[in-house]
């Protein structure tokens, strides 16, 4: 059988039985789906021999890259050893303890304490009901809801979608569920106008002010965000915004969440989105990056406050799953946090290479479809405009958006888009050369783009 012939076979299997996530079939049913086999690198192909340059590192999370022979060995040794036992009814494995510990030394100040899952979905469920479990705890019952973004992305849960702000994933499941409440997101580029950022920044903190004023503080038990919003459409705050966050969970005894599925291990520049924020959080969810997507693996890390009254608790914390701390994901999770110190990989976003990805980047800023390129750490959006001086956008019947991301699939790389915003979230081991492989790449499909437009 030739290559086309299994591409064939794939893609039929595919469209008879696969339903895929967040997709509209008929769409994909006259498309065909793309196959991906194999991957090195930063490089993935697909069945047809066809190289791209994922600039998405798989979906945010291969902060390692692929191809890493190391967390291959990690998994091997670990299933030969223990492929599974759980750690219900007062048991634990090696590789659980020693990722937990090792997490508790990387994690920001405090923040000691970790619950094993899956997924970011089911970790942030997690987060929601430890929150209430928390206030429960602290003879506080009243105080249950959770404010978010509309701009947030927290899973597709119950809970966590309906922590997520995004209406498409509301509407259809009839979410959210009572107890969600969402504010507006530091979006510069969409919403600020003629304010300068940091102006714009302390009165897009102060919509969580005026929301817990709304509810009610004795009613707020927590506010959940990401560092620098992902899937909303890398909205990088601006400066003070989180500082004033921060100022005002204290000041109405709000817990702060901070989601680093996305911004965790090194996306960023440090560890944790929230060092390069200078954010305390309570509690801290993360996944993608922890095993470099290598296994599918999750935790919710607690800081001293909530983990004390947690772990303090004389009758039975009653949330777990089959696979909380599956040991072969924990081992490789736990060799994947090693490869990445030792080769400083966390830091790698905020020095040079973090430099040279916003500086070659930020040529494409002249194009007559870009309004905006912004970038911070090893994170960018490049926005499509219709309008570059009124930063209007396009109607999205246009399509800019899907328009270029397929220009650059057939030009070999591999974005994102987020409404008409061009995303990239490469592997934190991306070279200058690789960089300007996207610079280039991405010129192509913008001018492609921009003839498809009419412009
Ligand atoms: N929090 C954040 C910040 C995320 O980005 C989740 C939680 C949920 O994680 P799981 O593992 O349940 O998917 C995410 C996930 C996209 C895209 O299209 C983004 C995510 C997932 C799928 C698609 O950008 N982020």
Redesign the pocket.
């Given at each position: 059988m030739s290559l086309r012939d299994d591409t064939r076979r794939w893609r039929a299997l595919d469209d008879r039985h696969h339903l895929h996530?967040?997709t509209v079939f008929p769409e994909l049913r006259a498309k065909g789906s793309r196959v991906i086999v194999g991957a090195e690198g930063c490089h993935v192909w697909d069945s047809e021999g066809r190289r791209y340059l994922d600039g998405m590192a798989g979906?945010?999370c291969v902060n390692a890259g692929y191809g890493r022979e190391r967390l291959v060995e990690a998994a091997r040794r670990q299933m030969a050893e223990l492929p599974f036992y759980n750690t219900f009814f007062m048991t634990t494995t090696p590789a659980v303890a020693e990722l937990a510990g090792k997490l508790a030394e990387i994690l920001p100040e405090g923040l000691d304490r970790v619950i094993f899952m899956n997924?970011?979905?089911?970790?942030?469920d997690t987060v929601i009901k430890t929150v209430r479990y928390y206030w429960n705890l602290m003879g506080r019952p009243e105080k249950k809801t959770l404010i978010a973004r509309t701009l947030?992305?927290?899973?597709?849960?119950l809970g966590?979608a309906s922590l997520t702000g995004m209406g498409f994933m509301h509407k259809p499941f009839d979410l959210p569920l009572p107890g969600f409440a969402h504010i507006g997101n530091p979006y510069h580029f969409a919403e600020g106008g003629d304010e300068d950022p940091e102006t714009f920044g302390l009165r897009a903190a102060g919509w969580l002010e005026a929301k817990i004023l709304e509810i009610g503080p004795e009613k707020v038990a927590a506010f959940v965000a990401?560092p620098i919003?992902?899937?909303g459409g890398v909205i990088i705050p601006p400066e003070g915004y989180w500082p004033e966050v921060q100022r005002i969970c204290e000041r109405y005894d709000v817990l702060l969440v901070a989601?680093?599925?996305?911004?965790g291990f090194g996306r960023t520049g440090n560890w944790w989105g929230s060092d390069t924020y200078g954010i305390r959080p309570d509690i801290v969810?993360m996944?993608?990056g922890l095993t470099s997507g290598y296994l599918?693996m999750?935790a919710v890390a607690l800081g001293r406050r909530v983990g004390d009254a947690v772990a303090g608790a004389a009758g039975e914390y009653a949330h777990g799953v089959t696979w909380s701390g599956h040991p072969v994901a924990a081992a490789v999770a736990l060799e994947n946090i090693r490869l990445i110190e030792e080769e400083g990989l966390h830091l790698r976003a905020g020095g040079p290479i973090g430099a040279c990805f916003a500086e070659r980047l930020a040529t494409l800023a002249d194009h007559p479809l870009v309004g905006e390129v912004r970038a911070k750490g090893l994170l960018a959006c490049i926005e499509l405009v219709e309008d570059k001086a009124a930063k209007r956008p396009y109607p999205s019947a246009r399509k800019a958006g899907l328009t270029c991301r397929e220009h650059c699939f057939e030009n070999g790389l591999i974005m994102?888009a987020?409404r008409d915003g061009m995303?990239l979230s490469p592997p934190l081991v991306i070279s200058e050369a690789e960089i300007d492989e996207i610079v280039t790449k991405a010129r192509v499909a913008l001018d492609a783009t921009a003839r498809d437009l009419g412009r």
């Open positions: 996530p967040f979906l945010w997924s970011g979905s089911e970790a942030n947030g992305y927290h899973g597709v849960g966590s990401e919003q992902g899937a989601d680093e599925v996305i911004c969810p996944a993608k599918p999750a994102r987020v995303i």
